[in-house]
């Protein structure tokens, strides 16, 4: 009989199917398997069908089978060698590696005999994704973000394929969230929201600031709040975490704050319109912005610097003064703090001047500061002189005469001083002259002459007594007064008058004038060396009689009540002068008396 032509194949991993096409004259057929190692027993069956399942073998090995025919007479016929494999054997303890950081899954298992080529595939359901190898171990690469993955695997030789292992479920790392939104809920917190990621267990976020200080919040809620400091950019980061570990790094944000507030500014200069503000630069700004409110009105201010100057302010106004800061990110911090300053107070209208006296004089002026102090200089070549009033009016004293001043007004304020007033001139009376000094030239005829005075262009003298007044007006410091009667009390006074007519009356010690010179005077000889000198007077004066020669000179004074004198002792043969003078009251006679030739 001819041999049997077999065909075989291995349904399943410890089976081999074997097939052959009938052959002519045969009612039978034996086959035999055993492994081609040599190992094992071998196992033979007959049967009359064309084909034959052997069971119970061992995965992934090769077997020899033997198959011939027999007739009815049960004679063989020829042997048929063939060679055939099992299916392998499902891989078994599947190990999975997951690299979150390359999204690639690892997968390695036990080797399973007779296995030729090993297949994982990676299923989620709108994907597929596999790796195949002849080793134990593969890579599937490209796995998704937020995805749970169902991975099966095969091992195959040229027998076939093993049946699939059981799923073994593989979840990636989660998506970076996403709709990433960040607010400054008021200044100081700063709150960061994002959407929720599939597959995310808890979520980390981490807020560095430019100085390089890193905070972070743990969560498994979709915000978290941080402190924040002004003028510090954040940069901002929002990892989901699985067991599966951190998500991919998503867009990294930056926030930036608002710039800080200037808290040091302070007035370094204040005027009754001006106010000059100057404070230390603060972190974050790029601009500031100054703003003066009162009442009515505002005064903007916006520079790079760190310095402002208001003008045009109203003065004795309080003002609210606020500096703002601004960047271009952030625009302007609004919550800045303000402070009071007020301007200086406003130039006081001097109304009135009015002398009270030669040295006083009083100051009156518009009051229209709060609570303010005026002082009133009187300036001039003499010095400065001052008073001080909370009121609208002072009194100056003891202001020298014959000066011209300035007198002017200022007011000041705890803000500080206001700008002067329009001044006004003033003139005090000239001086008076520090002496003067009466001199009778005749009888009727005195000279008064006084020492220059300050602030004087003319002066007017005048000698006064019941009897009458002597008077003379003159630019010069001296002066002739005649008509003077003789043995008289007179009073001194002299007027002093600037070149404005300003006056001032002086009175001096009074002046008499001298007694009056005798009348009657007679002379009579006594011998040949003597003369007796006779006069009349009414009252009783001391007279005294002076005889010059050119052989000597002779003085009598009798006594106050005698109205003569005798001179004796004479040298003859000369010619003498002969004068009775009043003698006066610092024992001195005067020369103005007439003269008698003896």
């Known amino acids: 009989l001819a041999a049997p032509i077999l065909a075989a194949s291995s349904p399943s991993y410890d089976s081999i199917m074997v097939r052959w096409a009938a052959v002519y004259m045969a009612i039978g057929f034996s086959v035999s398997i055993m492994r081609s190692d040599g190992l094992g027993s071998m196992l033979k069956e007959n049967t009359t069908n064309t084909s034959l399942i052997f069971t119970s073998l061992d995965p992934g090995t090769l077997y020899t089978i033997k198959a011939h025919a027999w007739n009815v007479n049960g004679i063989p016929g020829d042997d048929f060698t063939y060679n055939q494999r099992t299916s392998p054997l499902t891989p078994a303890d599947v190990q999975v590696a997951f690299d979150s950081g390359a999204l690639k899954a690892t997968i390695s298992w036990m080797m399973t005999e007779g296995t030729s080529n090993y297949n994982v595939t990676a299923c989620n359901g709108a994907s597929k994704l596999n790796c195949s190898t002849a080793a134990t171990s593969c890579t599937i ?59 995310g267990d808890y979520y980390v976020v981490f807020v560095k600031s430019d100085d390089g200080l890193e905070v972070h ?116 911090n609004t919550s800045c703090a303000s402070k009071h300053v007020a301007t200086a107070p406003c130039s006081p209208e001097i109304k009135n001047v009015s002398k009270d006296d030669l040295s006083i004089i009083s100051v009156r002026w518009k009051s229209n500061n709060n609570d303010a102090t005026y002082t009133v200089t009187a300036k001039g070549e003499a010095g400065l002189w001052h008073c001080t009033s909370s009121g609208n009016s002072c009194t100056i004293t003891n202001l020298p005469c014959g000066s011209i001043f300035s007198i002017s007004a200022v007011a000041s304020t705890t803000a500080g001083q206001s700008l002067p007033s329009y001044s006004v001139p003033l003139e005090t009376a000239p001086c008076c002259p520090d002496y003067v000094s009466v001199t009778q030239v005749t009888q009727s005829i005195t000279n008064i002459s006084w020492s220059a005075a300050i602030g004087a262009q003319t002066y007017v003298t005048i000698l006064e007594s019941p009897k009458g007044q002597a008077k003379c007006h003159t630019l010069q410091n001296h002066c002739l007064l005649g008509c003077i009667t003789c043995g008289t009390k007179y009073t001194v006074s002299v007027k002093a008058i600037s070149e404005t007519g300003l006056m001032s009356d002086c009175t001096y010690q009074g002046y008499s004038s001298s007694a009056c010179c005798p009348s009657g005077v007679k002379l009579y000889r006594l011998g040949n060396n003597g003369i007796r000198i006779y006069w009349r007077t009414s009252v009783e004066i001391h007279y005294s009689t ?53």
């Open 217 to 332: 919040c743990n969560t498994s809620h979709t915000h978290c709040h941080f402190q924040s400091d002004c003028g510090f950019t954040y940069f901002i980061s929002v990892f989901a975490y699985n067991k599966a570990g951190q998500s991919p790094l998503g867009d990294v944000f930056n926030y930036t704050t608002a710039p800080c507030c200037p808290s040091d500014f302070n007035p370094v200069f204040v005027s009754s319109d001006t106010v000059e503000i100057v404070w230390s630069p603060v972190r974050g700004a790029e601009m500031y912005e100054t703003k003066v409110v009162d009442w009515t009105n505002e005064v903007l201010c916006n520079d790079t610097a760190t310095v402002c100057t208001l003008s045009a302010l109203q003065c004795n106004t309080q003002y609210n003064i606020t500096v703002y800061s601004f960047s271009e990110i952030r625009g302007s």
């Open 546 to 598: 002076d005889l010059y020669g050119s052989k000597g000179n002779f003085t009598c004074s009798p006594s106050t009540s005698e109205s003569y004198c005798d001179i004796t002792e004479i040298p003859c043969g000369d010619v003498y002068t002969v004068v009775v003078s009043p003698v006066t009251e610092r024992e001195s006679t005067l020369t103005f008396c007439p003269k008698k030739i003896y």
């Open 141 to 199: 690469y490209s796995l998704q973000c937020g995805s749970e993955y169902s991975l099966f695997m095969v091992a195959s030789n040229e027998a076939g394929v093993s049946t699939p292992t059981d799923a073994v479920s593989l979840k990636t790392v989660p998506c970076a969230p996403g709709s990433i939104t960040i607010e400054e809920d008021d200044p100081g917190n700063l709150s960061v929201s994002w959407s929720n990621v599939h597959l």
